[in-house]
């Protein structure tokens, strides 16, 4: 057995330290595959069941980054002896991501340590209330307080690196503006302004900048260096030159001695600056979890001994009544037992009209209870809601690296080295052949050379755009299971269709009624209330289309069926006679008209029978599978988008080519078994095609899986959510449109990205270097190369979050199935 476990990471800043932190966690016994997301700030490892976290922890931690443990105290009540502590420790330590447990008797509080990616609060609290103990709400708000340490620490330290900052910039102006030089020579030497310039320089260099001295000495110590490196070698190439001009003037070759001490502050104040607004812009890409954590419900009314009493959301288990009054969020998922209201199921199925519900209506877990209290028995619970799937999902594409990360990352590997290489050619070119003062010009083109290659938008151009993407599907009922379906779908140039389910609503529907003699809803009454004698889904159908028109059913009696032909009885005085056109000349009744009308109705996929009442012919019934709403239009959009698309179906070669007119599709394969299903899907791809698989994510799961991207279509929680990489969640086919278009507005965005990345540092590495000096006498100065830097990835995170302005192509909110038949078209013959 296998079991994932969520690691925060803090201090990672480009794809160089993604590289390193997965290779550390690979090498760890037990681990199956680690990946690392630079932009959640988080690991994802599979490991075999039973191994321990803690040799993952030591291993982030000798990479030279810090893992996220989160510590407290839980008082629990209900304890009295040893074997109380014994029975709470291992249920507690069967968690996964619990890193250390110690349960105290005396005090009554339970101390754990633990990963809050993997496990949260609530759920240890549950834990300790099926080991049959009750845990006690703490006062800690340490999970809470951390998500926003990191960015007020950044803030404090960018703040006071400014203030400092600013004073050696103005300083440094003196180089510059001859004036202002004059002005600040009468009021001390320039030697005294050095030391002025130190004494600020100073705490900007190693306190706000420790963190790139904690990360370039890890990094160098593993012989790995990243950006972390490049920005400590800089910055601090700068300082010490600086400082060595100040104290020991004489060293350096006539003048060489001058300070950069406002380039050293200016780097780190910049990059440091670049790195808040990173943290800013990764906050809202992952706004798309945070409001669908917002939905669920933090407390349930629960029936007990009679009475609804208010206990935890945590606390609720399956088979538990739950009293839901109007205005309230239902808390889980369950059945209506009692009650009718109206409930806002927007959140799943993008319908704004509330939906009905009474007696044995299911109901999800974040929808609105909007006017009628409801009271009903929890199925799901906890993780296994709707709604926490839905998060799930959501959270595991975003972890997830596509092919085109990958390769990132492994240009990432060899680049920053390659970039420290180019460093050295180019002070040592500099410094044999510049011009005088040499070892000033070298010194600056090194600087700027390693400030400007900082692959941190490299490591960013990717991972922000599968966030925001996958978090905008959430938004509009596409559900990416996999990070790499977003690219992969891009590419797609077919796109196969199961029928039933998918195309069709699933299930048969009365779709003609057509009267030859009598009342037309006199007739009909008559007809359902012999077919409601038989359990035969064709008779189901023209059951509901008359109960929609809210017809009363007559008794009925003398009940026969005569398998292959069809059925009889008596009915208010009538005698009914219900089959195909072999019944009816059997029993001797002329079908005249009637049956060329019939044989059209066949030609358009639909199941014509015949009605007699008295021994003769009352009217002509159709029965069919009816196409979705939307079907016609999603396939117009689909080749409108330049793809082929397919029908894939089990059905016989005339119906599967009558729905195929219907709505617009060329190639059909029918009477294909389900076995085949897959098959097929391998002959297409074979042929040199990209195939999207469309189908209900349960019969055709061999196909969902064959294809390129298996796309699985549902309603609301019919949802088979491990069926396929993309799942929509409204049932609706113009959801695949939508699921296209965003997947080819993401995949642009993540090549402008690396295009800018990567074009921004193979263009201005060698403008750092200096190559434009011997033309038109310019070089890069270091302190531009860390503003260019960090621009470079504030416009890599802007680009990404511009897809959170994506909207729909077509519009696929339209209403769920909810099982109320379609309008039945009547006719007179």
């Known amino acids: 057995m296998t079991e994932n476990v969520d690691i925060e990471i803090r201090g990672m800043s480009c794809a160089s330290c993604v590289g390193r932190v997965e290779r550390a966690l690979g090498q760890q016994p037990g681990v199956i595959n680690a990946q690392v997301n630079l932009a959640t700030q988080k690991a994802t490892i599979q490991m075999e069941g039973g191994s321990t976290t803690a040799s993952l922890l030591d291993a982030i931690e000798t990479a030279g980054y810090q893992p996220v443990v989160e510590s407290l105290e839980i008082p629990v009540t209900g304890m009295s002896c040893g074997s109380c502590v014994s029975r709470i420790e291992r249920a507690l330590g069967k968690l996964p991501g619990m890193v250390e447990v110690s349960v105290n008797l005396a005090t009554q509080k339970a101390f754990v340590r633990f990963l809050p990616g993997t496990v949260s609060l609530a759920r240890i609290q549950h834990a300790i209330r099926e080991a049959g103990y009750e845990p006690q709400e703490t006062e800690s708000q340490q999970q809470a307080d951390h998500e926003d340490r990191e960015g007020r620490q950044l803030l404090h330290r960018v703040m006071l690196a400014a203030v400092l900052t600013i004073p050696v910039v103005i300083i440094a102006m003196g180089k510059v503006i001859p004036a202002f030089d004059a002005l600040l020579a009468s009021m001390m030497p320039h030697r005294g302004w050095m030391g002025v310039e130190w004494l600020l320089t100073t705490p900007v260099q190693f306190y706000a900048g420790a963190r790139f001295y904690r990360g370039g000495y890890a990094e160098l110590r593993h012989l790995n260096p990243g950006m972390n490196s490049l920005v400590m070698i800089g910055s601090s190439a700068a300082y010490f030159y600086s400082v060595a001009a100040l104290l020991v003037p004489g060293f350096f070759p006539a003048g060489t001695a001058v300070s950069y001490f406002e380039a050293a502050a200016v780097i780190v104040t910049l990059i440091l600056l670049g790195r808040y607004f990173e943290h800013i812009a990764k906050g809202r890409t992952s706004e798309a979890i945070k409001k669908l954590l917002q939905l669920q419900a933090k407390t349930a009314r629960v029936i007990r001994d009679g009475e609804a009493v208010e206990v935890p959301i945590e606390a609720v288990v399956p088979g538990d009544r739950i009293l839901a009054r109007p205005g309230e969020r239902i808390p889980v998922d369950g059945i209506v037992e009692e009650g009718h209201s109206f409930v806002d199921e927007s959140m799943i199925s993008g319908e704004p009209v509330p939906v009905a519900k009474q007696q044995d209506a299911e109901v999800v877990g974040g929808t609105i209870n909007k006017?009628?209290?409801?009271?009903?028995?929890?199925?799901?619970?906890?993780?296994?809601?709707?709604?926490?799937?839905?998060?799930?999902?959501?959270?595991?594409?975003?972890?997830?690296?596509?092919?085109?990360?990958?390769?990132?990352?492994?240009?990432?590997?060899?680049?920053?080295?390659?970039?420290?290489?180019?460093?050295?050619?180019?002070?040592?070119?500099?410094?044999?052949?510049?011009?005088?003062?040499?070892?000033?010009?070298?010194?600056?083109?090194?600087?700027?050379?390693?400030?400007?290659?900082?692959?941190?938008?490299?490591?960013?151009?990717?991972?922000?755009?599968?966030?925001?993407?996958?978090?905008?599907?959430?938004?509009?009922?596409?559900?990416?299971?996999?990070?790499?379906?977003?690219?992969?779908?891009?590419?797609?140039?077919?796109?196969?269709?199961?029928?039933?389910?998918?195309?069709?609503?699933?299930?048969?529907?009365?779709?003609?009624?057509?009267?030859?003699?009598?009342?037309?809803?006199?007739?009909?009454?008559?007809?359902?209330?012999?077919?409601?004698?038989?359990?035969?889904?064709?008779?189901?159908?023209?059951?509901?289309?008359?109960?929609?028109?809210?017809?009363?059913?007559?008794?009925?009696?003398?009940?026969?069926?005569?398998?292959?032909?069809?059925?009889?009885?008596?009915?208010?005085?009538?005698?009914?006679?219900?089959?195909?056109?072999?019944?009816?000349?059997?029993?001797?009744?002329?079908?005249?008209?009637?049956?060329?009308?019939?044989?059209?109705?066949?030609?358009?996929?639909?199941?014509?029978?015949?009605?007699?009442?008295?021994?003769?012919?009352?009217?002509?019934?159709?029965?069919?599978?009816?196409?979705?709403?939307?079907?016609?239009?999603?396939?117009?959009?689909?080749?409108?988008?330049?793809?082929?698309?397919?029908?894939?179906?089990?059905?016989?070669?005339?119906?599967?080519?009558?729905?195929?007119?219907?709505?617009?599709?060329?190639?059909?394969?029918?009477?294909?078994?389900?076995?085949?299903?897959?098959?097929?899907?391998?002959?297409?791809?074979?042929?040199?095609?990209?195939?999207?698989?469309?189908?209900?994510?349960?019969?055709?799961?061999?196909?969902?899986?064959?294809?390129?991207?298996?796309?699985?279509?549902?309603?609301?929680?019919?949802?088979?959510?491990?069926?396929?990489?993309?799942?929509l969640m409204r049932g609706d086919l113009r959801g695949i449109v939508n699921a296209v278009a965003l997947s080819k507005r993401t995949h642009r965005t993540i090549i402008g990205n690396f295009v800018w990345a990567y074009g921004y540092n193979v263009a201005l590495i060698p403008v750092a270097a200096g190559v434009l000096y011997p033309f038109i006498g310019v070089l890069l100065s270091p302190m531009l190369a860390a503003a260019a830097m960090s621009v470079s990835s504030v416009f890599v995170l802007t680009n990404s979050l511009r897809l959170r302005r994506f909207t729909p192509d077509i519009d696929d909110a339209s209403p769920v199935t909810s099982g109320e038949p379609q309008a039945v078209r009547a006719h007179q013959v």
């Open 371 to 727: 006017n009628g209290a409801l009271t009903f028995r929890a199925t799901r619970v906890g993780a296994d809601t709707v709604l926490s799937q839905i998060v799930k999902m959501v959270e595991a594409a975003q972890a997830e690296k596509p092919p085109i990360q990958q390769l990132a990352d492994k240009i990432a590997g060899v680049f920053v080295p390659a970039v420290i290489v180019i460093a050295l050619i180019t002070f040592g070119v500099w410094f044999a052949f510049g011009p005088a003062p040499a070892l000033s010009f070298a010194f600056v083109t090194t600087v700027s050379v390693l400030l400007i290659a900082c692959p941190c938008a490299m490591g960013l151009a990717t991972p922000t755009a599968i966030m925001v993407s996958t978090g905008k599907g959430a938004e509009i009922g596409v559900l990416f299971r996999k990070g790499a379906a977003l690219e992969t779908l891009a590419k797609m140039d077919t796109v196969v269709l199961d029928k039933t389910g998918t195309l069709t609503q699933g299930r048969p529907e009365l779709t003609d009624f057509e009267v030859i003699e009598g009342h037309e809803n006199e007739v009909l009454r008559l007809v359902a209330a012999v077919e409601a004698q038989s359990e035969h889904p064709i008779a189901e159908a023209i059951v509901r289309g008359a109960r929609a028109r809210g017809l009363e059913l007559p008794a009925v009696s003398h009940f026969s069926a005569e398998p292959g032909y069809g059925i009889e009885a008596d009915v208010a005085g009538h005698r009914l006679h219900i089959g195909a056109d072999r019944y009816m000349n059997r029993l001797g009744i002329g079908l005249g008209k009637a049956e060329e009308r019939a044989k059209a109705l066949a030609e358009d996929a639909k199941s014509p029978l015949y009605a007699a009442v008295d021994g003769r012919l009352a009217a002509v019934i159709a029965v069919a599978d009816p196409l979705k709403e939307g079907s016609v239009e999603a396939i117009s959009a689909l080749k409108a988008q330049g793809l082929e698309v397919a029908m894939l179906t089990g059905d016989n070669r005339g119906t599967a080519d009558a729905i195929a007119r219907q709505v617009g599709i060329q190639r059909v394969l029918a009477e294909v078994l389900p076995d085949q299903k897959a098959d097929e899907i391998k002959r297409l791809q074979a042929e040199g095609g990209k195939v999207a698989f469309v189908g209900d994510g349960i019969n055709d799961a061999p196909a969902l899986a064959q294809a390129d991207v298996g796309i699985a279509i549902g309603t609301g929680t019919d949802i088979a959510i491990e069926a396929g990489d993309v799942v």
